[in-house]
């Protein structure tokens, strides 16, 4: 048997089979514990639901009697014109000299350690 098998058993042995052992063999009831429950109190009973109004519904919006409506355009009355196409002409690309920005941070071996020097300093503590 291993160890874990043992644990196992003594674990059953303590919280499982010696509690319902000393559960059975009571004859009387624990002392301040009620022999008989006295019974639920009854329920208020439940207020009736109220039916809801129906919506009355919108009154159809009034129109005038003597409107005519507009006749309708049709597509082939319309004249169609061709659409022209024109290509622009091709531009010569002008390389310009860009102007080199100044490095905000230097590869030197100095400034690289007073950059780790300074996140040191300014990173929070480790107590936070």
Known sequence: MSLDDLLGLLFLLFFIVLPAL???SRKAPPPGF?????????LPPAPKPRP????????PPKRPLEATP?????????PREALKVTFREAQEEV???RK??????SMEKN????GMVW???LKPPKGW
């Open 34 to 42: 009620p022999l008989d429950l006295p019974e639920p109190e009854p």
């Open 95 to 97: 390389e310009t000299p």
């Open 119 to 121: 996140h040191e300093i």
């Open 52 to 59: 809801k109004k129906r919506p009355k519904p919108p009154e």
């Open 70 to 78: 507009e006749p309708l355009r049709s597509l082939e009355a319309t």
């Open 22 to 24: 000393q559960g059975l």
């Open 111 to 114: 400034e690289i350690l007073k």
């Open 100 to 105: 080199k920005r100044p490095r905000l941070l």
